[in-house]
């Protein structure tokens, strides 16, 4: 299940930014697609994640009503949605797969990675 992440870029805070990730080759019949992010010199940190088919979703606390997770079952696609960026968004952000639901937020249980793409917030 190779992952393609991509959409980042520079942003002042306050601005928006959306990243896809792309999956290809083949699926799982329920899976999870997870957004994780990365600071420098910080461990990998939980950013939310969507269920698949059913889509359910679920936030950090840190990002929840800023950011949104939805997906586009016919592309395989699913999408991070980034509002209102603070500086402290700052990070290369990764997305995962994992088969069945996943609850836990840490990045165990998610099998496959996507190479990860940068956002950097300026203040």
């Known amino acids: 299940l190779p992952l393609v992440a991509s959409g980042g870029g520079l942003v002042q805070a306050g601005g928006s930014l959306r990243l896809s990730c792309a999956a290809s080759g083949r699926t799982f019949i329920t899976y999870t697609m997870g957004w994780f992010r990365q600071a420098p010199g910080k461990e990998r940190e939980f950013v939310g994640r969507?269920?698949?088919?059913?889509?359910?979703?679920y936030y950090a606390d840190s990002v929840k009503g800023r950011f949104t997770i939805s997906k586009d079952n016919a592309k395989n696609t699913v999408y991070l949605q980034m509002n209102s960026l603070k500086p402290e968004d700052t990070a290369v952000y990764y997305c995962a797969a994992g088969a069945g639901v996943i609850t836990s937020m840490r990045p165990r249980g998610y099998i496959y990675w996507g190479q990860g793409t940068q956002v950097t917030v300026s203040s």
């Open positions: 969507i269920t698949w088919p059913g889509g359910s979703t």
